[in-house]
Protein backbone atom coordinates (compact mmCIF):
# COMPACT_ATOMS: atom_id res chain seq x y z
CA UNK A 1 0.00 0.00 0.00
CA UNK A 2 1.16 3.60 -0.09
CA UNK A 3 0.67 6.43 2.90
CA UNK A 4 -2.44 8.09 2.58
CA UNK A 5 -2.47 12.15 3.78
CA UNK A 6 -5.74 11.84 5.54
CA UNK A 7 -4.87 9.18 7.56
CA UNK A 8 -1.77 11.24 9.38
CA UNK A 9 -2.94 14.15 11.55
CA UNK A 10 -1.34 16.17 14.12
CA UNK A 11 -1.89 15.61 17.77
CA UNK A 12 0.11 17.90 19.56
CA UNK A 13 2.28 20.96 18.84
CA UNK A 14 2.48 23.22 15.94
CA UNK A 15 2.09 26.34 17.99
CA UNK A 16 6.24 26.82 18.33
CA UNK A 17 9.34 25.56 17.31
CA UNK A 18 8.98 22.30 19.56
CA UNK A 19 8.50 19.71 18.07
CA UNK A 20 5.18 18.39 16.53
CA UNK A 21 3.23 15.19 17.45
CA UNK A 22 1.60 13.31 14.60
CA UNK A 23 -0.37 9.77 14.71
CA UNK A 24 -0.50 7.87 11.75
CA UNK A 25 -3.08 4.97 10.78
CA UNK A 26 -1.80 2.60 8.71
CA UNK A 27 -3.12 -0.75 6.95
CA UNK A 28 1.17 -1.25 6.16
CA UNK A 29 3.92 -2.97 8.36
CA UNK A 30 6.13 -1.27 10.34
CA UNK A 31 9.13 -2.32 8.02
CA UNK A 32 7.00 -0.35 5.57
CA UNK A 33 6.01 2.72 7.16
CA UNK A 34 9.81 3.13 8.88
CA UNK A 35 10.96 3.04 4.89
CA UNK A 36 12.43 5.71 3.34
CA UNK A 37 10.27 8.67 1.61
CA UNK A 38 7.29 6.67 2.93
CA UNK A 39 6.08 10.00 4.35
CA UNK A 40 7.61 12.09 1.19
CA UNK A 41 3.74 12.86 0.79
CA UNK A 42 3.57 14.69 4.34
CA UNK A 43 6.75 16.69 3.80
CA UNK A 44 5.25 20.33 4.13
CA UNK A 45 3.78 19.35 7.65
CA UNK A 46 6.79 17.22 9.15
CA UNK A 47 9.84 18.92 10.56
CA UNK A 48 12.89 17.49 11.55
CA UNK A 49 12.60 16.20 15.22
CA UNK A 50 9.00 16.02 14.85
CA UNK A 51 7.41 12.87 16.25
CA UNK A 52 4.88 10.00 15.17
CA UNK A 53 2.85 7.82 16.75
CA UNK A 54 2.43 5.31 14.24
CA UNK A 55 -0.33 1.93 14.40
CA UNK A 56 0.23 -0.20 11.73
CA UNK A 57 -0.98 -3.97 10.66
CA UNK A 58 2.05 -5.73 12.66
CA UNK A 59 2.02 -3.08 15.66
CA UNK A 60 2.91 -0.09 16.59
CA UNK A 61 5.37 2.15 16.98
CA UNK A 62 7.19 5.40 17.83
CA UNK A 63 9.30 7.38 14.93
CA UNK A 64 11.02 10.36 14.48
CA UNK A 65 11.74 12.68 11.43
CA UNK A 66 15.25 12.64 10.78
CA UNK A 67 15.95 14.10 7.73
CA UNK A 68 13.35 16.37 5.75
CA UNK A 69 14.85 17.83 2.41
CA UNK A 70 11.50 19.69 0.81
CA UNK A 71 11.96 16.50 -1.64
CA UNK A 72 12.36 13.67 1.00
CA UNK A 73 11.31 12.30 4.33
CA UNK A 74 13.13 9.74 6.10
CA UNK A 75 12.03 8.30 9.75
CA UNK A 76 13.82 6.44 12.40
CA UNK A 77 12.44 4.57 15.02
CA UNK A 78 12.35 5.45 18.24
CA UNK A 79 10.16 2.23 20.27
CA UNK A 80 8.28 -0.63 18.97
CA UNK A 81 5.00 -2.36 20.74
Known amino acids: MA ?7 CISG ?6 Q ?5 STDTK ?5 ANYLDGALKILA ?7 RCS ?13 THVTTIVIALA
Open 48 to 54: VGDFIIA
Open 58 to 70: DGAQLMSVATNDG
Open 21 to 25: LFSLL
Open 14 to 19: GGSNAP
Open 3 to 9: FVRKNLQ
Open 31 to 35: LLTLG
